[in-house]
């Protein structure tokens, strides 16, 4: 596992407040890579920076939710919901009933709305609150959702224990997360790791290895591990473009450092992805009945 500590929680919550506008710029309504096809993911040349992406994204919703069997009607958390995007898409497509929780108060309420303009307020909810303080009762969920929020976790091993009690026996876990490889030989690829840490204010990240593990210590039968990296590494082809074509960076350098920070490693972790150093993986478990 690769650590970074200079990252700090306040600076996170800080980063999504600050920067929700540009994420739902730059990504849409889903923060998240995009899901392309294999073995033939699109070049730069091809993608409809728009619609391309979009539909990536939700691919990549869907997926993992005919992954982990999502039924109607059923309790699902979503952690780290961002601005709810997978939450109301997962509400309206799937039928169940969705609690998002998020560090930051500005994307709480940017996803309440949402909600409400979707028609999904009635099934879904979302509050502000830390994973790793969050406290719900033994058994409260069927399924319970992460996609790209364990990277910011500074103890994921305390997480995934306290996860798996909210979930009811037979229940399931899927997490989409940023992965350190598996074998990071040389210091160049350990830099390369260290840098994404640093820019995306992740204190740490684990490879694929650490989270089965985690899972299993937290009582879970881990079921499926899925290795996406060539299929989301357009994600960042495509947010390389659209910083360079919008000139965003120069509105980031009127909010502060860190956000400029956030889009100069764009190019960072593409780079990460062709070298190997980082991976992007998704991981099925169950609660035993």
């Keep these: 596992m690769i650590s970074c500590p200079t990252v700090q929680k306040e600076v996170i919550r800080s980063h999504y407040n600050l920067t929700t506008l540009f994420y739902r710029l730059l990504w849409g309504r889903h923060i998240h890579h995009g899901l392309w096809a294999e073995p033939d993911a699109p070049s730069t040349s091809q993608i409809d920076y728009g619609k391309s992406s979009a539909v990536a994204q939700q691919q990549l919703t869907e997926t993992l939710a005919e992954l982990l069997g999502v039924q109607p009607d059923a309790d699902l958390l979503d952690v780290g919901c961002g601005m709810g995007g997978s939450s109301i898409h997962l509400a309206k497509t799937f039928g169940c009933q969705v609690t998002g929780i998020t560090l930051s108060p500005v994307q709480r309420r940017w996803a309440a709305l949402e909600a409400h303009w979707r028609g999904q ?28 929020c364990t990277e910011h976790l500074f103890d994921k091993r305390a997480f995934f224990n306290k996860a798996a009690s ?58 499926a591990y899925h290795n996406w990296t060539n299929r989301v590494a357009p994600t960042w082809e495509i947010c ?50």
């Design 166 to 223: 909210w979930l009811r026996p037979g229940g399931s876990m899927a997490i989409c997360a940023w992965l350190a490889g598996d074998q990071l030989e040389t210091e160049e690829a350990r830099q390369q790791v260290y840098d994404v840490c640093e820019g995306f204010f992740c204190p740490s990240l684990g490879n694929a290895t650490d989270y089965q593990s985690w899972m299993e210590n937290a009582g879970l039968e881990f079921e």
């Design 121 to 148: 307020r009635q099934r879904t909810q979302f509050l502000c609150q830390d994973a790793e303080t969050a406290d719900f009762p033994d058994a409260s969920f069927d399924y319970v959702w992460s996609i790209e």
């Design 240 to 289: 390389r473009q659209r910083v360079q074509k919008t000139g965003v960076r120069w509105l980031a350098r009127l909010i502060d450092r860190n956000t400029v920070l956030f889009l100069d490693r764009f190019e960072t972790i593409l780079q990460a992805y062709e070298t190997g150093a980082m991976q992007y993986g998704c991981f099925i478990a169950r609660k035993p009945l």
